[in-house]
């Protein structure tokens, strides 16, 4: 199995992939307003490629369950001068985490190779007819709803059913678009339109995803399920965001998406040394 991004290519099977988060906003759940200054940010992602991030995925617009907007100027004011400066530093694909085609666009000729998607579902294309001419890699988030109404009332008969569903019909799309499927990673967005009961399903059924033939990466960093589950605040939700990396190595994911690469990486090499001795 190959993911191709840009100029980027990995085989798998590998030691999992860890993607450092980077967000360059005043308003994020986890990192909010620690990395508005394009210089603090440029040296957040370098410290995370020294600790062992292969990926590093900048962000300009919160995500967290209802986040107001923002205007594409503004995004793009908060991006470009991260994307443009980290990747003339680094030998590593810059991701740019955007429901926007216009700022993927930019993203992606100012250098970036991966358009992390939090809108796959929507229905135009236009996203992937700019990932299809910029032959960027292509991460397929599964959210039910919009970040301003996802957590609002997230009903679904079978979770793990309807997500894997909404990735083969994904999939298709993509091809039809002119997005060979050694592009495309698939997310099945924990956190984005899920009730706490539709989170742990999903990480229990996460095989489901990884039988698709395509690299599966997954998000569990300081979400809000293990707060409501554990009664943790965001800075005390490490330890059950490792429980449940390592999970989901043993399911087959293959890129793990968080905010502390140090210790993520030394839980998920642990994991799969374990792995690799059992009978």
Request: glycine letters at 8%; a neutral charge; proline letters at 5%.
């Amino acid at each position: 199995m190959i993911f191709h991004a840009g100029q980027f290519e990995f085989t798998f099977p590998r030691p999992t992939m860890i993607m450092g988060v980077v967000n360059v906003t005043p308003d994020s759940f986890s990192d909010g307003g620690r990395f508005l200054d394009p210089a603090a940010a440029v040296a957040r992602g370098l410290e995370m490629i020294g600790q062992g991030a292969e990926i590093i995925d900048i962000g300009g617009e919160s995500t967290r369950p209802g986040a107001e907007p923002v205007s594409e100027a503004e995004e793009l004011r908060r991006v470009l001068p991260v994307i443009e400066k980290l990747v003339s530093q680094v030998k590593a694909p810059v991701s740019i985490d955007t429901q926007k085609p216009s700022v993927a666009r930019a993203a992606l000729r100012a250098g970036a190779s991966i358009v992390n998607d939090i809108a796959a579902n929507r229905a135009d294309n236009e996203m992937w007819g700019v990932v299809a001419e910029a032959q960027a890699g292509y991460i397929c988030l599964h959210m039910q709803g919009t970040p301003q109404t996802m957590q609002l009332n997230p009903v679904y008969e079978d979770v793990v059913e309807e997500v894997g569903n909404f990735f083969v019909d994904r999939l298709k799309r993509l091809q039809r678009a002119g997005v060979d499927a050694v592009r495309v990673v698939l997310d099945p967005g924990l956190g984005f339109g899920k009730t706490v009961e539709h989170n742990l399903q999903l990480l229990a059924g996460v095989e489901r995803f990884t039988k698709l033939r395509r690299p599966v990466l997954l998000g569990v960093s300081r979400k809000s399920f293990i707060g409501k589950l554990l009664g943790a605040e965001v800075s005390a939700r490490l330890p059950a965001a490792l429980a449940c990396a390592c999970l989901a190595v043993k399911a087959g994911v293959r890129l793990i998406r968080t905010h502390d690469v140090a210790e993520t990486l030394q839980a998920v090499r642990m994991a799969e040394a374990v792995l690799a001795r059992s009978r």
